[in-house]
């Protein structure tokens, strides 16, 4: 069983930077694809931004050049740097990544706990 687990969120005022980071129990975050999601009460989860396992990304509409996914091959994290936030960026982010473990296996999904992003006005 894999473990994720987020950190870096906070209370942050608009206009200013986050850093999340997305760590794993196992080194699988190196070579596997990775999203970030949020999700506010009420609201369908939403990918914000996601990385290949090849390392390309794509991002929602809403944080192109604001943000940006990134792997850090040191810490084996998979970060989102967050900047020039804004109030409707407040959810809890989460982090997801998927493995298939064998040609023949299933793919299996796993998700963090979730971190709070808040941005005042």
């Known amino acids: 069983q894999v473990q994720l687990a987020e950190s870096g969120g906070g209370l942050v005022q608009a206009g200013g930077s986050l850093r999340l980071s997305c760590a794993a129990s196992?080194?699988?975050?190196?070579?596997?694809?990775v999203g970030w999601f949020r999700q506010t009460p009420g609201k369908q989860r939403e990918l914000v931004a996601a990385?290949?396992?090849?390392?390309?990304?794509n991002y929602a509409d809403s944080v192109k050049d604001r943000f940006t996914i990134s792997r850090d091959a040191f810490r084996k994290t998979v970060d989102l740097q967050m900047n020039n936030l804004k109030p409707d960026d407040t959810a809890v982010y989460y982090c997801?990544?998927?493995?298939?473990?064998?040609?023949?296996?299933?793919?299996?999904?796993?998700w963090g706990q979730g971190t709070q992003v808040t941005v005042s006005s």
């Open positions: 997801n990544t998927r493995v298939k473990p064998c040609i023949e296996c299933n793919e299996l999904e796993y």
């Open positions: 196992r080194n699988i975050l190196s070579r596997n694809p």
């Open positions: 990385i290949t396992g090849g390392g390309n990304t």
